[in-house]
Structure formats: C-alpha cells, structure tokens
C-alpha cells in the first residue's frame, strides 16, 4: 500500500520487483537542513495532526489543533509558550521559519531602498534573515531585532557568524509589554509579523512603531495578504488555516486597505503598494516630518 503510493506521487520508481529512489526522493534524502526535509520536519511535527481540526477550531474560533494535539500534557497555553519549552518544536518551528524568510528577504532588499535609512528596527524578525540582509547589503545600516526571549539567542549567535555584530543585535523583550526602543529608528520593519495578531493588535503595533520612529521616519511592512476584493489569491487562504488551528484564533490574512487604514490611524501617512513575489505585498508609510517653529 505504501509503496503504491509513493510510486503515484513519483517518490519511487518501480523497475521489476525493485524499488528506486527519484529525484524527489533524493532532495529529502540529502541535506537534513535543506528545504525538503525542514518542510516535512515542519509539517509532520506541526501541522499534519492539528490541521486535522480545522472545522471543530473555526466553530469554536479557538486553536483547537494546538490544544488537542500539540499542548497535551504542557502546562503552556499558547504555541510560543509552547516553544519556549520544548527544544524540538523550537528548532523545528525556526528552521521552517528562516527558510521562509530566505525566500522573502531576497525580493524584500531588491524591492525596497534601505540606503537612506541609518537604525532599522525589525519587530518579529526571528533568526536575524532580514536584519542581516540588510545589513550585509548597505554598509553603513545599524538594525535592531526585537523577538521573544527564548528566540533572542538564535539571532545573535548567526550575526556573530557572519562578523556583523557590531551593527546588528538581538533584543529579548515581550513586545506587548511598554513601548518600543526609541534610539534613533528611521524605519520600523514588520516582516510576516502581522498575520497572527488581531485587528485591535495590529492597530496597537502600528501605534507603537509610530511613536518609536523619529520624525519622517518608514514604516515598512511585508505581509501575505490577501486582494482588497477579499476573493483571493489561493494561497491567501492557506495562511489562515494554519493561524486558526495552530497560531492564533486571533489572526487572519488581511487586505493591503486594512493596514494602509489602520496606520493612517496611527498617523502615518501612505506611500507606496509593492509585489516583489507571489505570495507578498510589501507597504510603506511616512511619519510626517516635525514642524518648524515659526
């Protein structure tokens, strides 16, 4: 039965009464830290069995998937607590993450003008893929990365890596608790950050990256989202699957008019709308610039 199966999707050829590896099955079958194999990793750790819950979470509107299959017998109410304390699904849960990130950062530095910019502060930014990007590309920028404490670490050791510890850095922090550092940012970067939060929360990241940025200051944002019709693209609707069942019953994927509404809110003033890739949109939005006396 097994075997059949893997002979339909083409992960073995049959020759005779022999079985063979393809070429599919090679990628899995080669570097562990490639994307075939952290994909699988990720799914099969994360998301198989709990995706099993999707229609029990939407009628519940809770993430029963974390609950049911991933919290069992954790004292943890929510996936990043759930992270914070066990090694395996951290390491599992960032590898997929920085893969993902390497697709976008590439797209994100060729679509988007760092160069003005001195102190960037990436809200959210995980293992440090875009802070390094930007750094490695523009020389003279200084970026700040705020993510949760048990994540902090894992930044850091990859900037020292790559020799730029003196521009970038790794803050440890609860984002929701007090404001933003304030040290001189000209840009505010919230990289695929967004989707698992509110509406009302979203509203309140933008609200603190207005007040973190100085005057004529960037707000930058990279989000999957999904058309301003709300009838798609595809994979628009994939996103929120996973967000009901596993991240957050909070979060969604949004349209570019709700965050260009709610940072207008805030106080930022809109600039441009950019599609670098398939599956993102890149917005940007301006803090007026301060009064002269007089």
Not at 207 to 226: D, F, M, N, T, W
Request: charged share 20%; proline share 5%; with cysteine.
């Amino acid at each position: 039965m097994l075997l059949l199966g893997c002979c339909a999707f083409e992960l073995v050829r049959k020759d005779g009464e022999g079985y063979h590896n393809t070429a599919a099955t090679d990628l899995l079958a080669g570097d562990p830290d490639g994307f075939m194999p952290v994909i699988v990793r990720y799914t099969h750790e994360m998301l198989y069995r709990p995706m099993g819950w999707l229609y029990e979470s939407l009628v519940h509107n809770e993430n029963l998937g974390l609950h049911r299959e991933l919290l069992a017998g954790s004292s943890a109410t929510t996936l990043y607590e759930l992270l914070a304390e066990d090694e395996n699904l951290e390491k599992v849960f960032t590898a997929m993450m920085e893969h993902q990130s390497r697709s976008v950062v590439e797209g994100f530095v060729n679509a988007v003008d760092f160069s003005s910019y001195r102190h960037v502060l990436d809200v959210g930014g995980g293992t440090g893929t875009n802070a390094i990007g930007f750094a490695q590309r523009w020389p003279h920028l200084q970026a700040t990365i705020l993510e949760l404490p048990n994540v902090a670490k894992m930044p850091n050791d990859q900037i020292a890596e790559v020799g730029l510890s003196e521009r970038v850095r790794a803050i440890g922090t609860d984002i929701w608790q007090g404001e933003f550092p304030t040290t001189s940012h000209d840009c505010v970067v919230l990289s695929r950050f967004l989707e698992i939060w509110s509406p009302e929360q979203v509203r309140t990241l933008f609200a603190k990256s207005y007040r973190a940025l100085e005057p004529g200051g960037h707000l930058v944002i990279v989000a999957c989202a999904q058309d301003d019709d709300e009838t798609g693209p595809a994979h628009a609707a994939f996103m929120p699957a996973y967000v009901q069942t596993v991240a957050s019953p909070e979060g969604r994927t949004y349209t570019p008019q709700d965050f260009e509404q709610w940072y207008t809110e805030a106080g930022f003033e809109p600039m441009d709308r950019q599609y670098p890739g398939r599956i993102d949109v890149i917005l940007r939005a301006r803090k007026p610039a301060a009064r002269s006396a007089g």
